[in-house]
């Protein structure tokens, strides 16, 4: 098989779904239950979801949209319908020179901070969401380091603990801390952690589930993002992967008001890729 043929058969994009959450009850989620939405635009797809505002009948997410016209990563607002699950708007929040992806949401009172990812950079920035202009603007430099999908949570008086992994190594076994002493930064080097086959990186916020503190994590064992992985320390609790043949991976879990959201890593060709892998062992 020629690489161009090799890269078109394995080529995938990204789909969003829901599901209704009201707890942190990861152990019983079943994949079979989401709810898919169906992305009207054919030249876009959607990952990194995080969730800006629920409504009865629709919700909007920051996520990463990649056009495949501009060829790298901005971060957009979507409206989701919830009763015909489809997306009814898309609007690009920021736009830069260098990719950009996971759009971490935090909460100051009424005052929304977006961190995304932009390890392109070299640096890490956070931005107001300005609601008027619907933009992320005022841009804060809180790292001169290139981290990716840095997620940050308070831990103690006064003390912010954020998690990333970092370039040129993204997608491998050491999560790395830094401290600051407000959400804002700015952030210095604290620690770093090892963890087993490449699963360090985050994919989503931490969350506390009965007397345990959660770390989402995505699975980058042999490929990009195949599954979420849930830790308590270094013990996996549980995992969250696609089934059937059409999708082969997940790689960001958020709640927030009673909504999930995940992302999903879809074939173009599943049944061509099913073929494939099953020829793939009959040769061996």
Known sequence: ?????????????????????????????????????KNPYKIKWFA??????????????????????????????????KLRNVITECKIVLDLPTHLSFPAIYRIGTQIIVHPENSASGASY??????????????????NEPVTDAIIRKEGEGQYMMRATCAPNPNGDILRYYTADSLMGPYSFYREEVFENNTARMAGYLFQHKDKIIRPA???????????????GHQVLGKLSPVGIKYCGIHTYNTYQGIGIVDLKRWDYPFLVAVKDVVKKIIR
């Open 218 to 232: 995505q699975d980058c064992y042999g490929s990009y993002g195949k599954a979420v992985l849930f830790y308590d």
């Open 126 to 143: 956070m931005y107001k969401y300005d609601v008027e202009s619907d933009s992320l603007v005022d841009p804060i430099c809180v790292l």
């Open 1 to 37: 098989m020629s690489n161009k043929l090799a890269s078109i058969l394995t080529h995938y994009t990204w789909d969003l779904a829901y599901f209704d959450c009201h707890d942190q009850d990861f152990e019983n989620l079943d994949i079979k239950a989401l709810h898919y939405i």
């Open 48 to 81: 990194d979801p995080f969730i800006l505002d629920v409504e009865k009948n629709e919700f909007q997410l920051l996520v990463e949209e990649y056009d495949n016209s501009i060829k790298r990563g901005r971060i957009a607002r979507l409206v989701v319908d």
